[in-house]
């Protein structure tokens, strides 16, 4: 479970990124964030594993406040939650299988991981996770021969090898094309169900949002300006968290524009 509590966050140039926010998320959950640019999207996915530390109030993750966290408290944290990013952030010229056993970092000692002996069942963990987003058959390809797509899937896997209880995913699909970013999305929710993960996205586009999400949050000016099931939302409820008419490029990420 997370739970923000009366949070903000001031950047250090005066910059308001979260104001007073109170948000609950229950296990399991698949939430999606939307909002303009700049309404603090990023800043609110961020602050759950401490990329960012707000500043204000109180952020529990699993019971536990923290934001007094550091050294392995911090880096705990930050292996119960996974993160996925718009530009995958893989080793490129790394394998496929490297990438992804990266994931068991977190819970193997360090001269282990400096040695590179990882257990049998962290491999075989990591190869399962290949098989899980479909992509086993590249495992000892290097990572900048893959296609964005797959190398988000990749960088799926190895979220997975992490076995988190959390997963945000920032942005994950903005630099894919339509129909590649549907199958990511979908990747994301069968392993949010299979798993329980919860899991917490920040998508721009918002036929992708509506078709995916249990719950929408609407952000706008570091604020909370919505947050519901993802059923109740309409193009109108975009129009009050946008504070404007809706554009067709605000859609784009629907199967109508695949081709
Ligand atoms: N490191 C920083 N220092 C100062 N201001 C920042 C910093 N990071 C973000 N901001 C500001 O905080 C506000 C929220 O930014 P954030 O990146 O969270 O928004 P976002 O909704 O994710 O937008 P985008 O989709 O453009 O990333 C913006 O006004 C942004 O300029």
């Known amino acids: 479970m997370i739970e923000f509590n009366n949070v903000s966050l001031t950047y250090p140039n005066g910059t308001k990124g979260l104001k007073d926010i109170n948000v609950t998320i229950n296990k399991g959950e698949f939430v999606v964030i939307v ?108 990572a900048d021969e893959l296609s964005g797509g797959q190398q988000q899937r990749v960088s799926i896997a190895r979220v997975l090898t992490q076995e988190p209880d959390i ?25 949010n169900q299979e798993d329980q993960i919860t899991t917490i996205v920040n998508l721009h586009f918002i036929d992708m949002a509506m078709e995916y999400a249990d719950r929408i949050i609407g952000m706008r000016g570091g604020e909370v300006v919505y947050d519901g099931p993802a059923s109740d939302v309409t193009e109108k409820t975009f129009e009050e968290i946008y504070g404007r008419t809706i554009r067709e490029e605000d859609k784009v990420g629907g199967e109508d524009h695949a081709s």
């Not at 966290?69 to 996974?82: A, E, I």
């Open 35 to 142: 909002g303009l640019s700049g309404a603090g999207k990023s800043t609110f996915i961020r602050s759950i594993n401490r990329m960012v530390t707000t500043t204000d109030g109180e952020l529990r993750v699993n019971g536990d406040n923290i934001l007094p966290y550091k050294g392995k408290k911090l880096r705990d944290l930050r292996t119960n939650v996974g993160m996925i990013f718009q530009h995958y952030n893989l080793v490129k010229r790394s394998s496929v299988m490297k990438n992804v056993i990266a994931g068991r970092l977190g819970h193997t000692g360090t001269l282990r991981t400096l040695l590179q002996l990882y257990s049998k069942e962290d491999l075989s963990l990591a190869y399962t996770s290949l098989q899980r987003v479909n992509i086993a058959e590249k495992v000892h390809a290097r």
């Open 167 to 191: 997963l945000l995913a920032d942005e994950p699909v903005a630099s894919l094309d339509p129909p590649t970013s549907h199958q990511v999305m979908s990747y994301l929710k069968r392993v």
